[in-house]
C-alpha cells in the first residue's frame, strides 16, 4: 500500500512538473513581453496618461514602475547610480544636456525614427535621445490681477514695468528644464548669446522676482492660477490644458511680441540598465504613429512628429509663432557657464 501512494505522489509531482514547465514555455512562446521597466520620470499627469499609461495597456505583463521628481534631481540620481543603475529610462532630456548625460545612457534608435522629421530623429543624437514632445516657452497672465494692477502683458519688456516688481513668479534654471527653456529664450530673443545686452535683460528680470523663486515648474503656473501672482514665466503644456479646460476667463496664454523658441525634449535608455529590452519597447512606443496622433488630439502638448498637422482649435500651430532659432549645439557646449552666471546674478538679488 505504501509503495501505491508513494508512486501516486510521484506521478502527481511529475505531472505537476510537465503542467509547469508547459505554461512557462506557452507565455515564452506567445512572446508577449514581461518582467519590469522603472521610469524615471518628470512627465506631468496629462504626458503620463497619453504616454506611460497607453504603454501599461499595450503591454499589461511588464511592470512599469515610476519614480518621479524634476528634470535636475532625476539626472543627479542617475548620475550617482551610475556604477549599478536602478532605472531604466530617464525623460526631460534635452539636446543641452547631452555633454553632461551622455556617458550615462546608451544610445538606441527607435522604431518609426524615419517618419519623424529630421532634426527630431535619432541621428541628431547619435541614438541617446528619442525625442516625444516639442515644446514651447510662454508667459501665463492672470487676468483679473493685471487689470486690477493696470498693467499690460504683452512680452519681455513688459516685464520689467515697476508695477511687477515681486508680482513675477519663475522656476530656477539650475533645476527646472522649462525655465532653463525660459532662460535660453530670453538670451535668444533679448540680444542673442553671449551678448551683454541679453544678460543685462535677464539681470533686470532677476531683480523684478524681488528675491521669490518657484521651486518647481509647476508651482509657476499653479501659482498664476491660484492668484499667487499677476504673471509666470512658463511653458505651453500646462498653460493650454487651463485654456482646454474652459479657464480663459481666468487665465491668459501669452506668446512673447519679441519672440519664443522650441526644443524637443525626449528620453534616454540608461547605461547598462537591467530592463534593455523593455526599454527598447518604450522608445518604440513613444514615437510610433499611434502615440504621436494621440498627443496631437490630446492637443495639450505639441508632439514631436510635427508632420503631423494640428486639429485641435485651443492650440496654435507651430507655423504661426513668431520662433527664434535657438542653437543647440552652443547650449550643450556652455550650459554650465550659462547656469553658473544666472546663479551669480540670482545670489546677488536673492538676499
Known sequence: MRKVVLLLVVLLS????AFARG????????????????????????LQLILIDSFREKYPKIDVQLVEGGAGELKARAKAEAANPQGDIITGITYSDLNEMKQYLQPYVA??????????????????LTYQVDQCVNLLVNKQLAKELGVEIKGYTDLLNPKLKGKIIA????????????????????????????WNYVEKFTQQLDGKISGSSSGVYKNVY??????????????????????????????????????FHGNGVIKDCTNLENAKLFMDHLISDETQKHMERDGSHRQANLNLPTTV????????????????????????EIVARWESIWAKYSK
Not at 527646472?176 to 545686452?197: H, N, P, R
Not at 499677476?230 to 498653460?239: I, L, M, N, S, W
Open 14 to 17: 511529475l505531472s505537476t512538473f
Open 23 to 46: 505554461v512557462q514555455e506557452d507565455a515564452t512562446s506567445s512572446g508577449e513581453p514581461s518582467g519590469e521597466l522603472i521610469i524615471y520620470t518628470s512627465y506631468s499627469n496629462d
Open 111 to 128: 522604431k518609426n525614427n524615419a517618419a519623424m522629421p529630421e532634426d527630431a530623429r535619432g541621428e541628431t543624437t547619435d541614438g541617446y
Open 171 to 198: 522656476a530656477n534654471p539650475s533645476n527646472s528644464s522649462s525655465a532653463w527653456d525660459q532662460l535660453v529664450t530670453m538670451l535668444v530673443v533679448m540680444g542673442g548669446f553671449g551678448s551683454e545686452e541679453s
Open 226 to 263: 491660484n492668484g499667487e501672482y499677476v504673471v509666470g514665466v512658463t511653458y505651453e503644456a500646462p498653460c493650454i490644458e487651463y485654456i482646454k479646460s474652459g479657464q480663459g476667463d481666468k487665465v491668459e496664454l501669452v506668446y512673447m511680441i519679441e519672440g519664443t523658441t522650441a526644443s
Open 313 to 336: 482649435n485651443f492650440r496654435i500651430p507651430m507655423e504661426n509663432l513668431k520662433l527664434m532659432h535657438r542653437d543647440e549645439q552652443y547650449l550643450s557646449n556652455n550650459r554650465a
